[in-house]
C-alpha cells in the first residue's frame, strides 16, 4: 500500500506561471513530512520539514503548506532554474523510516 | 565540510560478484541511511543507523548488509549481486537532537548488475 502519493507526474510551467504540487499520504500518526529538491543525476536537496496541520514555510518562491491527510507546494512566478523533480517525504509514528513518494517532475520554460 | 561523499560514482557487476559501496559524513551526524532509487519509483529505504554500532532493517533490506562502526562511516555490502539490485544508491545522513531529521544526502552510486 502506497504510503506517499504524488501528483501530478510531470508539470511544465511558463516562466512567471505559478502552480501547486501535491502530495497526499497515508501514513497516520505523522511525525514530519519532507520536501525534497532533486536535480538530474544528484541527490535530493533539503527544502521544507513540517510537523502539523496548518504548518506552512516559505523559501524564495516556495511555499510549503500541510494539512491532515496532504501537503501543497506552491511555486509562485517560476524561474527556468526552478526546473527539477520535487520529491515528498513522510516519516513514520516509529520515528526511523521514512517513505517517499515518486516526485513531480516540474520544468519551467523561458 | 565535504557532506555526505560516496564511492564509487558508477560500477557495472556480474551476477554473482560482491561490492561494498562506501559513504562518508563529515558533519558528525548520528542517524545515516541506506535508500535505492529506481525509475519511476519513489526513494525506498534499505538500512539505517542511529548511531555507531547501531543498525536497522528500512522497507527493502533483502540482499543487502551494513555496519557502523564509526560516526562517520556507513558502507552498505552487496553479497551475490542480482539484476534486481541495478538501481541508483543513495546515502544520507541527519541529525537527531535537533528535533528534525532533514537528511543530508550524497551524489548517488549508480550501480548496473549484468
Known amino acids: 500500500e502506497d504510503q506517499v502519493t504524488q501528483s501530478p507526474e510531470a508539470l511544465r510551467l511558463q516562466e512567471g506561471e505559478s502552480s501547486s504540487l501535491n502530495c497526499s499520504y497515508t501514513?497516520?500518526?505523522?511525525?514530519?513530512l519532507f520536501w525534497y529538491r532533486q536535480d538530474p543525476g544528484k541527490g535530493p536537496e533539503f527544502l521544507f520539514t513540517?510537523?502539523?496541520a496548518g504548518e506552512e514555510k516559505e523559501k524564495e518562491r516556495l511555499k510549503a503548506t500541510l494539512t491532515k491527510k496532504e501537503s501543497f507546494l506552491h511555486i509562485t512566478a517560476p524561474k527556468p532554474e526552478d526546473s527539477a523533480t520535487y520529491l515528498c517525504a513522510v516519516q513514520a509514528p516509529t520515528g526511523n523510516q521514512f517513505y517517499f513518494g515518486t516526485g513531480t517532475s516540474l520544468t519551467v520554460i523561458p | 565540510n565535504a557532506g555526505v561523499t560516496q564511492t564509487p560514482k558508477f560500477r557495472i557487476l556480474k551476477i554473482g560478484q560482491s561490492m561494498t559501496l562506501q559513504c562518508t559524513q563529515d558533519?558528525?551526524?548520528?542517524?545515516m541511511y541506506w535508500y535505492r532509487q529506481d525509475p519511476g519509483m519513489g526513494l525506498k529505504l534499505i538500512y539505517y543507523?542511529?548511531?555507531?554500532?547501531?543498525?536497522d532493517k528500512g522497507e527493502v533490506p533483502n540482499g543487502y548488509n551494513v555496519s557502523r562502526s564509526t560516526t562517520e562511516d556507513f558502507p552498505l555490502r552487496l553479497e551475490l549481486a542480482a539484476p534486481s539490485q541495478t538501481s541508483v544508491y543513495f546515502c544520507?545522513?541527519?541529525?537527531?537532537?535537533?528535533?528534525?531529521?532533514?537528511?543530508?544526502f550524497g551524489p548517488g552510486t549508480r550501480l548496473t548488475v549484468t
Open positions: 558533519m558528525n551526524h548520528n542517524y
Open positions: 543507523s542511529v548511531g555507531a554500532g547501531i543498525t
Open positions: 513540517l510537523y502539523s
Open positions: 544520507a545522513s541527519s541529525y537527531s537532537a535537533s528535533g528534525s531529521h532533514e537528511q543530508y
Open positions: 501514513v497516520s500518526g505523522l511525525r514530519g
